[in-house]
């Protein structure tokens, strides 16, 4: 019973939608380099039911043209997954993080005047939140995000993979169905920006979490000096 349980631990829900997208990927990738090498090489014809013809293809070293296309193609999809989400994380952070350095707290407390103060912040709501947020914890959080960034590079790189066999596919195979293709496609490309949006939130919110420590520290330090207190996020900057 605990062989079995372990079992089901292993492949719970994630574990198994991970499982899931590696063989889908390596189907993928299989489906590209297949079509890559029928375009530029024709005369390797297998026939699987002739077993001398299949110890030919290993012996005679015939198997080694389609496996270098197998990781030529999978280094390459690789590498367009990659380099792709980081240049969208970096155009799109950018103009993110310069607007959210922008961002003072006097703007929301004080009105057009600078002259009245509008609304009164928590200040014991935060000291309590950041005594309670020690330099571990924040660690494990800014760990946790770079961990789910991982996964999100490499759904970016399954979608590349996918939408480049779809291509090759349709290109192809005119078995395949105009409306059912394009249905996929979009299916991929909204699959796309939501990944895109998800490590876009995964790269901003330590930034804004820093941000917003420093604002209030600067605002409590003006307004209640007496109620400074060590911060747990400066010697997080710090480190």
């Not at 959210?100 to 509008?118: A, G, L, R």
């Amino acid at each position: 019973m605990e062989m079995v349980s372990n079992i089901m631990n292993h492949f719970n829900r994630e574990n198994l939608i991970s499982t899931t997208k590696r063989l889908l990927s390596f189907a993928f990738v299989l489906v590209i380099a297949f079509y890559v090498f029928q375009t530029f090489n024709r005369s390797i014809i297998l026939d699987y039911n002739d077993l001398i013809s299949q110890i030919n293809f290993v012996a005679q070293g015939d198997f080694i043209a389609p496996i270098s296309v197998y990781i030529f193609v999978w280094a390459i999809t690789h590498v367009i997954g990659v380099v792709g989400i980081a240049i969208f994380n970096y155009i799109f952070s950018k103009n993110l993080k310069a607007k959210i350095q922008k961002i003072t707290i006097k703007s929301f407390i004080y009105d057009e005047n600078k002259t009245q103060t509008k609304i009164e912040f928590p200040v014991s709501i935060y000291n309590l939140i950041k005594k309670s947020v020690s330099k571990k914890d924040y660690q494990q959080f800014v760990k946790d995000l770079e961990f789910r960034k991982n996964i999100y590079e490499a759904d970016f790189i399954f979608i590349i993979r996918a939408i480049f066999a779809l291509i090759f596919a349709v290109s192809n195979n005119g078995n395949i169905g105009l409306y059912l293709s394009i249905a996929i496609f979009v299916f991929f490309i909204i699959y796309g920006g939501i990944t895109i949006g998800k490590m876009l939130f995964a790269e901003l919110l330590p930034f804004a979490v820093q941000k917003i420590s420093s604002e209030m520290e600067n605002y409590i330090a003006k307004k209640y000096p007496k109620q400074i207190i060590v911060n747990p996020q400066q010697d997080r900057l710090e480190n």
